[in-house]
């Protein structure tokens, strides 16, 4: 990972803790904000979520046993056929801003589209956050004590991104959604990097009704596979503010994953 692309995944990283405090905390006034991280040691664990069976990491900011704190839980979506470790360079550095950031493995398979893999689906959402729950009231567990059971933000590449955005509007459309799912009460806001919801087969844009949950899709200027073009038709389309749309220049689809192109390492 060389040092441009660092600064990719931090400036995303950044972009995301700060759209995500809208539903989750208040944010600081303009005077008294830093863009530094809140939490100079993350450490995290690897997981079975016992609900649904997904292999998961979880990322968490360190704290003392008698602290008091409570952060958020944000379950990070993966892109299409790309493994959560690809991820935790990104995942440590937004749990550095204060929250316990999920990213699970979900292989599935739909025959129908000639398709085996790792793919994440809406009903993850759910079943991650029930884990997440049960954790922070198990005293043996890593979480016990940390969480705030009420709010919740989701994180999304690609793929993983739109199956964001049709979780926010408490949407349950195939093959985004391959369970029964609920949009929880506790969901706060979205982020969501590389992603657009453009329907080949209609070939148009799909509204996205977020009900004022505060979402923001985060582009790469240089991205092929979702194109800024595909990310402002998607924003335009964001029913309800707040909303944004924003642009990191030079970064490419893969620019928040430990490498380029994850998918050639065929998990």
């Known amino acids: ?13 950044l972009s995301s803790a700060i759209f995500l405090s809208l539903g989750t905390a208040e944010i600081a006034t303009a005077a008294t904000f ?3 991280p809140i939490f100079s040691e993350v450490d995290s664990f690897s ?26 839980t944000t379950i990070l979506l993966p892109g299409g056929l790309v493994d959560k470790s690809f991820y ?18 979900n292989r599935v398979s739909l025959p129908q589209f000639n398709f085996e893999g790792l793919l994440p689906e809406a009903s993850q959402i759910n079943s991650i956050f029930d884990f997440i729950i049960a954790e922070s009231e198990n005293y043996n567990s890593q979480l016990a004590g940390i969480v705030d059971t009420e709010k919740l933000g989701l ?3 690609s793929q993983g991104g739109a199956v964001g955005l049709t979780a926010i509007e ?8 391959l369970d029964d799912f609920n949009r929880p009460e506790a969901l706060m806001a979205g982020a969501f990097y590389g992603t ?13 009704a977020n009900d004022g949950i505060p979402v923001a899709l985060v582009q790469g200027s240089l991205d092929a596979r979702a194109t800024p073009e595909e990310a402002l038709g998607t924003f335009e389309l964001i029913q309800d503010p707040p909303k944004a749309l924003i642009t990191v220049a030079g970064a490419n689809h893969f620019s928040i ?5 994850p998918i050639l390492f065929g998990y």
């Open 155 to 157: 994180l999304g590449h």
């Open 1 to 13: 990972m060389n040092f441009y692309s660092s600064r990719i995944k931090y400036s995303f990283s």
């Open 34 to 36: 830093s863009d530094a």
């Open 47 to 72: 997981t079975t979520i016992t609900t649904n069976g997904n292999p998961a990491d979880i990322y968490f900011p360190v704290v003392s046993r008698t602290s008091k704190e409570l952060f958020p």
């Open 196 to 208: 657009n919801r453009f329907d080949p087969f209609l070939m148009e844009f799909v509204p996205t």
């Open 170 to 177: 408490d949407s349950c459309i195939f093959p985004l959604c």
């Open 88 to 105: 935790s360079s990104f995942a440590t550095q937004v749990a550095s801003y204060g929250f316990v950031v999920v990213v699970p493995n």
């Open 257 to 261: 994953t430990n490498v380029n192109n």
